[in-house]
């Protein structure tokens, strides 16, 4: 059985905890990196193509070059020698490592490629599926490309931190128009008058894997979606509030600064959240499971 987290750095299989990064990592000093992470269910990436979409675009708004296949390879090999079925996929590319200097170094600088995978014991939010989760807003206090999965993310971090010190599994941002565009690590949906809520696209969120399939079960479930942040004056009065991510899933929200919001897990979120894993059952059936 291979430790885990088992990783690939740059081509070479170890455990995560003995890979070594050069000091002069642009990821170290500047956050000069972008990343995914993808979930894994029976022993299989979920939604890899998306993934890997995303990761390329992010690649190319960053100007990094990679060969993508080499690393999807990789990521199939370390999944597969990992042995885990329940789990969570890393994958991290740096510009690489070189003298520090704010515009970008040399051509031949040779980015650094990390792909690591964990076992997850069950549902990371298995406490929180009854209740809902209780989440506080914050400012947002990220930069102006959160299209970009970067991990420049100490805007994100130090919300989630508030969150965790107010006893709440999440912080929902807010920018300064009083839109709130997010969470640290997830997206957010409200349901309005049996209408789905959700901020539409563009440089101010993540176009969250999860969102996109949710869009998409909610189009099968008919129920009707607004492509509309919720604001700082409303997400108190919504019939229902959720998040979605990779490791999340649908997290139906029960609380926000302290306020409730419906009677526990509403009825549409319940619904979409059943269609996901009946979404992720017929995949792993097809693929024989
Ligand atoms: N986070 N918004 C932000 C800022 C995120 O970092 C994430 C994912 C999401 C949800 O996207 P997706 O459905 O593609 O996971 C939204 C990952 C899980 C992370 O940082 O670990």
């Not at 885990?4 to 050069?22: F, H, I, K, M, S």
């Not at 600088?109 to 209780?134: F, M």
């Not at 008058?193 to 909610?218: E, F, K, Y």
Request: net charge negative; with cysteine.
């Amino acid at each position: 059985m291979a430790r885990l987290p088992l990783a690939n750095w740059n081509g070479e299989e170890l455990p995560l905890e003995d890979v070594l990064v050069p000091v002069q990592d642009r990821a170290f000093f500047f956050g000069d990196a972008v990343y995914e992470a993808i979930r894994v269910y029976g022993g299989r990436a979920w939604l890899s193509q998306e993934h890997f979409a995303r990761l390329s675009r992010s690649l190319e708004l960053m100007r990094i070059e990679v060969d993508l296949a080499v690393i999807e390879q990789r990521t199939q090999e370390t999944l597969e020698h990992s042995g885990v079925e329940n789990g969570l996929i890393y994958i991290q590319v740096t510009r690489g490592a070189a003298p520090r200097t704010h515009y970008f170094p040399p051509e031949g600088t040779v980015p650094n490629v990390l792909v690591s995978v964990s076992e997850l014991d069950g549902d990371p939010y298995a406490h929180l599926r009854t209740s809902g989760a209780k989440v506080i807003t914050h400012e947002d206090l990220r930069w102006a490309r959160r299209d970009i999965k970067t991990v420049n993310l100490l805007g994100n971090c130090m919300a989630a931190q508030a969150a965790r010190e107010a006893g709440c599994a999440e912080a929902i941002l807010i920018s300064a128009d009083g839109s709130l565009t997010e969470g640290t690590h997830t997206n957010l949906f409200g349901v309005s008058n049996g209408q789905l809520l959700t901020s539409p696209t563009g440089h101010h969120i993540l176009p969250g894997i999860t969102r996109s399939l949710v869009l998409r079960l909610a189009e099968r479930a008919q129920v009707p979606v607004i492509e509309r942040p919720l604001t700082i004056e409303n997400v108190y009065s919504v019939d229902e509030l959720f998040l979605t991510g990779t490791t999340t899933e649908i997290l139906a929200v029960t609380e926000v600064d302290g306020r409730a919001i419906g009677n526990g897990p509403g009825p549409i979120t319940q619904r979409l959240s059943a269609t996901y894993h009946e979404a992720v059952r017929e995949w792993l059936e097809s693929a024989g499971h």
